[in-house]
């Protein structure tokens, strides 16, 4: 049934007991993918895990396992717990018949223990029509393992120091932005030659190599930016809001207020999709049953935005924000000054920094705040440490292990169940090579020039222990970035902005709060000014509650902009 092709095509993998079943999925598959993809089959589990160790030991990837429930000698989630380990990066679909009534209960429970990627109905066999429904389903599944397993295009290549902070930041930068690069150590003989063709061996690094051929000797963010003409030109008129963040609270904000005609812009200092854009795989956001990677859904809601004509001013900073009366003028770290007639603050937070030393002398060499999508690759067959025990500490860990020999998160607290949503801990128990070390601290790290390995402290017995280790990948909670804000915007303690009720509890309020009327649900101290996401007293620290704040206030925005018409203000 198998014919012969290229040994550099990854492998897509049928498994059905059923001689019809598979003979038809077989020529489905074939008819769309062979050029691309060498597609085999089994008949039987026992047969499909000898392939897939065959495969292993002869370096041959494979994408993608399509698997019956019904074997003949074991059941189809059975065999995918058992080939999780051979291929830890193919993707797990489970294969079922419409009037399978019994499959429910199953599905439920593997895909909640991250066990499969998905389930879908065996491909109609019509000879005249493709089930388009069925290869929707495939083509997903290879689109999301190319991202990450395949060359992608290139539209810049950087050239610098591996362990290098500024060739991490710039993996990051581009990495969240979802612009495709490549990266080039300057000591490997690929590096050396692109430094050649560009003239620019002597540096200084990192050097970027446009598509256009353009170089870039260790350029700022703002130039880069600039270079890929993302920024758009600036109006001399009064915006009707100014967005202050790009992450799920500040793009939803730009959709519905661009989309409702609003003359809008974002200002963003680093990356569309804020904190959550660095999350490897959001799985309980509404409407992506399979989950969505933050940088994926920050990506959409950006050309979203776009395409109803929200402007966008990328890797700038706001550094002031004052009131002229009428307007309000929102000033960057360049001098730049924008006029709005409201504001929507969605900067989001960023991750807390561990005050240790010598650990921030290795930021980018090793020690990462984030990023562990950006430096997953990089850390193939290596020890890794995740610090935290959050959701985002759960998502990192879970997507490094297909990268690690070896994770092991390092949490405070007594245990998970407090702070990690259920999917991610069931996720944690089924990858084999992650563990949990609860009630622990970092009490030092070392390493000259790129982090070595880390000295763990017992919190109870205060016992501790030196342990070897490639990376540390921390996400210990945030801190909001409020402190640029004037001190009319009433803060807590912790600098987070309070909003709405909340101010009347405040004693600062009523000396400050300039009407009669009291300030809407996501208003600030400063009427016209807004607040919403991560950065908003009590917020609900979820990428859906971001997503609803920035929709729903949009709608008060309409209410203040009404009320300065009616005052003629």
Not at 92 to 99: G, P, V, Y
Request: hydrophobic share 45%; charged share 20%.
């Amino acid at each position: 049934m198998d014919s012969p092709t290229p040994q550099v095509q990854p492998v897509i993998l049928a498994i059905d007991g059923d001689a019809i079943g598979v003979l038809g999925i077989i020529q489905a598959l074939r008819r769309r993918y062979s050029a691309d993809y060498e597609i085999r089959s089994a008949a039987s589990g026992q047969a499909a895990l000898q392939l897939l160790r065959d495969m292993r030991d002869n370096g041959r990837a494979v994408v993608l396992l399509l698997c019956a429930q019904s074997l003949p000698d074991m059941s189809g989630i059975e065999f995918f717990v058992r080939a999780n380990p051979l291929h830890p990066r193919a993707k797990r679909a489970l294969l079922i018949d419409w009037s399978d009534r019994f499959t429910a209960e199953p599905i439920f429970h593997t895909f909640a223990l991250g066990q499969i990627d998905g389930y879908t109905t065996r491909p109609a066999a019509l000879d005249d029509q493709p089930d388009e429904r069925f290869h929707e389903f495939v083509t997903d599944l290879l689109r999301e393992w190319s991202r990450v397993n395949r060359p992608a295009f290139q539209v810049v290549q950087i050239i610098g120091e591996e362990w290098a902070p500024r060739s991490h930041e710039l993996r990051d930068l581009f990495a969240r932005n979802g612009i495709p690069y490549g990266f080039y150590d300057v000591h490997s003989e690929d590096g050396q030659t692109l430094l050649q063709n560009a003239g620019a061996l002597d540096g200084p690094l990192p050097v970027l190599i446009f598509l256009d051929n353009r170089v870039m000797v260790n350029p700022a963010n703002e130039a880069i930016a600039d270079a890929f003409g993302v920024n758009t030109r600036l109006e001399n008129f009064a915006y009707d809001v100014i967005i202050v963040g790009a992450g799920p609270a500040g793009l939803s904000a730009a959709v519905y207020g661009a989309s409702e005609g609003l003359h809008t812009i974002v200002i963003e200092s680093r990356a569309i999709g804020g904190q959550a854009g660095t999350s490897s795989l959001i799985r309980n956001y509404l409407g992506f049953p399979r989950g969505i990677s933050g940088a994926a859904l920050a990506a959409r809601a950006y050309e979203q935005a776009w395409f109803f004509g929200a402007h966008f001013y990328f890797m700038r900073q706001a550094a002031a924000l004052r009131s002229t009366g009428q307007h309000y003028v929102v000033v960057l770290d360049d001098g730049t000054e924008l006029l709005g007639r409201t504001v929507i603050l969605a900067m989001g937070a960023a991750y807390r920094h561990l005050d240790l030393p010598h650990l921030n002398t290795l930021v980018g060499s090793g020690v990462f705040y984030g990023a562990a999508v950006t430096e997953a690759k990089a850390m193939q067959g290596k020890e890794v440490f995740v610090v935290g025990g959050g959701n985002a500490a759960g998502q990192a860990a879970v997507y490094l292990s297909k990268f690690a020999s070896r994770v092991t998160m390092l949490v405070r607290g007594d245990s998970l169940t407090d702070t990690m949503s259920d999917y991610l801990m069931n996720d944690i128990v089924t990858c084999g090579n992650i563990e949990v070390c609860c009630n622990v601290e970092i009490a030092a790290c070392y390493g000259e020039h790129r982090l070595e390995g880390l000295m763990v402290r017992d919190m109870a017995t205060g016992e501790e222990t030196a342990v070897s280790g490639s990376a540390l990948f921390i996400l210990i909670g945030a801190s909001p970035h409020t402190q640029w804000l004037p001190e009319t915007i009433l803060c807590d303690e912790n600098g987070y902005v309070i909003t709405g009720q909340d101010l009347l509890g405040d004693g600062r309020y009523s000396a400050n709060w300039p009407l009669t009327r009291m300030p809407r649900p996501f208003e600030t101290s400063l009427p016209g000014v807004f607040a919403v996401g991560d950065l908003r007293h009590r917020s609900v620290k979820r990428v859906a509650s971001a997503v609803g704040e920035g929709s729903v206030t949009i709608s008060q925005v309409h209410e203040y902009l009404q009320e300065l018409k009616t005052t003629g203000a």
